[in-house]
């Protein structure tokens, strides 16, 4: 490879990894605009209360503000029951069009509008890295076409990302369009991730070494797989948890939070002892990794930090249940949960590699 297209692969793995570590700190950020209850904190999108710069004073909006982005959320939400409908998802629709809560306009807080501000400004930062990457990619088109395709698909995701986020504040934060918003931002993660991985393997001397040959490559990949499957499974109950704890939250007046624990159901027990089969079966993987000492350095330290990972976030989670659910705690453990999941899926990458590599040297 010659020094030129090395040069246009390292500056483009330079600003993918920038652009995937930015993403990673939108969902901090996303965390805390929804612990501090500031996800309408701008009642429009993508303006605020009909500026680029919100009002920090409510003496700023008109007297019949609450009424005019009301009606503007209930003429938003027409055309997205409408589009549900014709997709098939008529109760979906019914339902959105029966939600009393869409009616509702919270009074002016400068905090959270602000707050809310901010965490759109990051995301559209973020929308500019993802535009950066894909030009970065188009100067890979000839050593990897696929490289370009899948920046524009992040690209073109980011763009329906933020289209969820206006659906998220015109429904007035309904529960389920706020998990598929964050079952969005991590496949965006994931495929930023394969992104900046494929670009690394064009680099001459970038495999590891292989030091056994065999099927442990592939028994290692599917049990790293089945984790990433029940750590989805645990992003998904955890969804479900925090949406229990939104609508308690509501109900106590975000206040006397020692007792919210008390109020949530069955799915939260599940999601709190689900921690530990992940744990369980994580320190497995790493028994074998130790005993068999056939995986590179840079797996095992990789692997590390997961096992580190998990650690806080059972941690946290610890926290929340027996410290009345810290508000600084609740957006650390989302954190933790997707960087959790980006470890995984960066640790199957590189164990498909090494199978790769493992079945070529065993042709030769």
């Known amino acids: 490879m010659n020094q030129k297209n090395l040069n246009h692969i390292q500056s483009f793995r ?28 701008c009642p429009d999108w993508p303006k605020c209360f009909g500026s680029w710069v919100p009002p920090t004073s409510v003496d700023q909006l008109p007297k ?4 005019i982005y009301v009606a503007q959320r ?21 339902e959105i069009e029966q939600d009393e809560s869409i009616l509702v306009q919270e009074p002016f807080n400068a905090t959270k509008t602000w707050i809310e501000y901010v965490n759109r400004l990051i995301g559209a930062l973020i929308g500019l890295l993802i535009i950066l990457t894909f030009v970065y990619s188009v100067r890979l088109r000839k050593i990897d076409p696929k490289i370009s395709l899948l920046a524009f698909i992040s690209l073109v995701l980011v763009i329906f990302q933020g289209w969820l986020g206006s659906i998220v504040v015109s429904t007035n934060l309904l529960q389920w369009m706020i998990s598929v918003h964050m079952i969005v931002a991590l496949v965006l993660v994931c495929l930023l991730l394969y992104i900046y991985f494929r670009s690394g393997t064009l680099i001459s001397g970038n495999k590891e070494q292989i030091v056994s040959v065999g099927n442990k490559f592939s028994i290692y990949r599917s049990v790293m797989g089945l984790g990433i499957f029940l750590m989805i499974v645990q992003v998904i109950l955890g969804t479900q948890v925090r949406e229990h704890i939104d609508v308690i939250a509501a109900d106590f007046g975000y206040s006397n939070r020692f007792s919210w624990i008390a109020e949530l159901g069955f799915t939260f027990y599940v999601h709190r002892s689900f921690s530990l089969v992940l744990l369980g079966l994580h320190l497995f993987l790493a028994y074998q990794f130790y005993r068999n000492k056939d995986i590179s ?53 590189e164990l498909g590699l090494l199978k790769r590599q493992s079945k070529n040297i065993a042709l030769v």
Request: aromatic share 14%; charged share 10%.
């Open 14 to 41: 330079r600003i993918s990894f920038i652009t995937t570590a930015a993403v990673f700190f939108l969902i901090l950020v996303g965390g805390i605009v929804r612990s501090t209850g500031a996800g309408m904190g």
């Open 64 to 67: 019949n503000y609450d009424e």
């Open 74 to 94: 209930v003429e938003k939400n027409e055309r997205f029951a409408s589009l549900l409908d014709n997709l098939g998802f008529s109760a979906l629709a019914e």
């Open 297 to 349: 350095h840079t797996i095992q330290k990789q692997f590390n930090w997961l096992l580190g990972l998990l650690l806080l976030v059972i941690l946290s989670g610890v926290l929340m249940a027996y410290f009345g659910i810290p508000a600084f705690i609740q957006p650390l453990h989302l954190l933790l949960g997707s960087l959790i999941i980006g470890f995984q899926y960066y640790i199957w990458l």
